[in-house]
Structure formats: structure tokens, C-alpha cells
């Protein structure tokens, strides 16, 4: 079950629960699951009978323990406990390891859109400047992920609006970034939150580790590279398990590295959601870098290596992969970058 799967799952147990009339609250329109942080138990955990407990007249944990009754024996859900002041903790049956890369695979660019601002327009106003050119541009995009329609308007006007007016006013440049050409300017424009001012050097254009746009466009090309290369030896990417056999034994350190590449792309629809609600495209830079990073730590596990024949595993970690180079390039086109197959 992947997080967009779950996070449904929990909200059909919120409206169920609602039906039968345990609950008195509005429905809302998403609910957010994540990784535990550190000393919580489970796969996931949501905060959603907290935020009904206000509106429902009911303690929180009340709440918690109505909708872990519900959850218990929903398909996918292995255990549901209830922790703190009610925080609902939830284990997955492992019935589909290869889910998120299937779903990553299948929805392609559109893995992490959503229907929560569906209907809603937005206005997005800006000075005449570069910076703000780029961003609004960028959070156009995004909130175009999310359902929303958007237009930008340049200059200050004085005209009534039926949409939700977005003013961003980014600190500018400090000199003019067309020097980095492109793909490069953008980058340098978007990867720093709005109130901080970008960096306009040619560390944009390093082909090295230290610059990040390079490590995310590298990532993406990789994972082409690991595709034509897996051809060559026969096989082709089939979502499963990344784990080895007995027979086919996981190339060392392959379970780790895969979990945190699992981790990154999970974190890519919540991503989504939040930058466009904050009207912050650069959290989805951020995320890029995040994805291509563990994408980067576990390709050597992909391929077959010596006399090792392709396996069902090696399937899998293909899979993965070209779901990393999905979400790696999707996400750069977001950003009005080019995501290239060769670099």
C-alpha cells in the first residue's frame, strides 16, 4: 500500500465513521500520513484524530480509538496503534512490495497530483522581475498538480478578484542570472526559499557532486542508463520485491539503500501538496535533491554484477529505479527544467 493509498484508506474510515453517526464532524478533504519520527512505532502515522477531536466534541484519543477500530480490518493494514494523545500508528501488511513503484510507473508525470484544490483559481500577482517570473511560473505548475487553475498577473491592480490572490514577492537576484543560461537560472532562482536570496555563480553549471542540480539531472540520467543497460543483459523492470533469495542472494546493503529510496519517492505527493499550499516551489527543488541523492546510493544494486544472473530482485530495483527517474524528471519539468538522458 503506498502513502497516497493509505492516506485514502484512513479518510474512508473518517467518513464511515461519520455515516454511522459516531462521528459529527465535516469530512475533510485529505489526510496526512508519514514515517513515524524517531521513537514512534509502525510505518505510519496520522494526526487526524487530533484535528477531528476539536470539531467532534470529543477527546482526542476517543477519536483515535473509534477510527482504530475501523482501520484494524482494512485491507493492507497488518496493526493499528494508538500512541500519545492520539496519534493512530499504523503497520502495513506486506502484501505488494512492488506498489509504489507500480503506481510511480503507471501514473508517470502525474504520480503526486491530487483533486485538493480542485475548483479552486488563483490569482498569483508579481512585481516585474525575474525571480518572481520564474517562481510564479514554477507555482503554477504545481498547483496545477493539485487540481487548482492559476494565472499569473504582473504589476500591482487595483481590480476586485474571484480567485485566491497569491502575492510573492521573492527577494530578487543580485545580478542577472541569464548568465547561467537556461536550465541553470532556474535552478539557482527556485532551490532557495522566497525570503532568501539566490546564489548567481557558476556553481550552477559545476558537473560535480557539490552542485545539486547536477546531482539531480545526473540521477535522472541514470537511471536511462541503467535501463538500456539492463536491456542489454536481457531484462526488463518488473515492481516486486528488492530483497534477494536464497538463490539470488541481495546485493550487500541493497535492503537499506532501497528504503530510503522508497522513503524519498513516498514523500513526493505530500511534496506536491505542501508546496503548493505554501505557495513554495522550492520544497520541491529540495525534494528532488532528497530523491536523486538516494537514487544515487542504491543504482549499484540494480544491475547484475560478475556472474550474477538478472533475478526477480534485480527486476524490482530496475523498477524502482525508473520510478526514481519518473519522479526525478516529472519533478524537473515542474520547474521548467530540462531533465536530459545523457549527461
Not at 254 to 278: I, K, Q
Request: charged share 20%.
Amino acid at each position: 500500500m503506498t502513502p497516497v493509498e493509505l492516506s485514502r484508506t484512513v479518510l474512508r474510515a473518517v467518513r464511515r465513521a461519520v455515516d454511522d453517526g459516531e462521528l459529527s464532524v465535516a469530512v475533510p478533504a485529505r489526510v496526512v500520513v508519514e514515517r513515524p519520527r524517531p521513537g514512534g512505532c509502525g510505518d505510519y502515522s496520522t494526526n487526524v484524530a487530533l484535528q477531528l477531536a476539536g470539531p467532534a466534541g470529543r477527546p482526542p484519543r476517543h477519536v483515535a480509538e473509534l477510527l482504530s477500530r475501523r482501520l484494524a480490518d482494512s485491507p493492507g493494514i497488518a496493526g493499528v496503534q494508538v500512541t500519545g494523545p492520539g496519534f493512530l500508528n499504523l503497520t502495513l501488511a506486506d502484501d505488494d512490495p512492488g506498489a509504489l513503484a507500480r503506481e510511480i510507473l503507471a501514473r508517470g508525470g502525474g504520480y503526486g497530483g491530487s483533486d485538493v484544490l480542485a475548483g479552486q483559481r488563483f490569482e498569483i500577482r508579481i512585481p516585474y522581475e525575474v525571480r518572481a517570473e520564474v517562481v510564479a511560473d514554477s507555482l503554477r505548475r504545481v498547483l496545477a498538480t493539485q487540481g487548482a487553475l492559476a494565472h499569473v498577473v504582473q504589476g500591482e491592480t487595483a481590480e476586485p478578484s474571484a480567485a485566491h490572490v497569491v502575492r510573492l514577492r521573492p527577494v530578487p537576484a543580485p545580478r542577472d542570472p541569464a548568465v547561467l543560461g537556461r536550465d541553470a537560472s532556474r535552478w539557482a532562482l527556485l532551490l532557495p526559499a522566497a525570503h532568501d536570496r539566490p546564489r548567481i555563480d557558476d556553481e550552477h553549471l559545476a558537473q560535480r557532486e557539490s552542485n545539486p542540480l547536477f546531482r539531480v539531472r545526473y540521477a535522472h540520467a541514470r537511471t536511462r542508463a541503467l535501463t538500456r543497460s539492463a536491456a542489454a543483459l536481457g531484462f526488463t523492470a518488473e515492481p516486486g520485491d528488492v530483497r534477494g533469495t536464497a538463490s539470488a542472494p541481495a546485493t550487500a546493503g541493497a535492503p537499506g539503500e532501497a528504503v530510503a529510496l522508497h522513503t524519498a519517492l513516498s514523500a513526493h505527493p505530500r511534496t506536491l501538496t505542501l508546496a503548493a499550499s505554501h505557495h513554495a516551489p522550492d520544497r520541491l527543488a529540495r525534494q528532488l535533491v532528497v530523491v536523486a541523492d538516494a537514487l544515487l546510493g542504491f543504482q549499484h544494486t540494480v544491475l547484475p554484477q560478475g556472474e550474477e544472473k538478472p533475478s526477480a530482485a534485480h527486476r524490482a530495483r530496475l523498477a524502482l529505479a525508473e520510478a526514481a527517474g519518473s519522479v526525478l524528471a516529472g519533478g524537473l519539468s515542474l520547474l521548467g527544467i530540462d531533465a536530459p538522458e545523457h549527461l
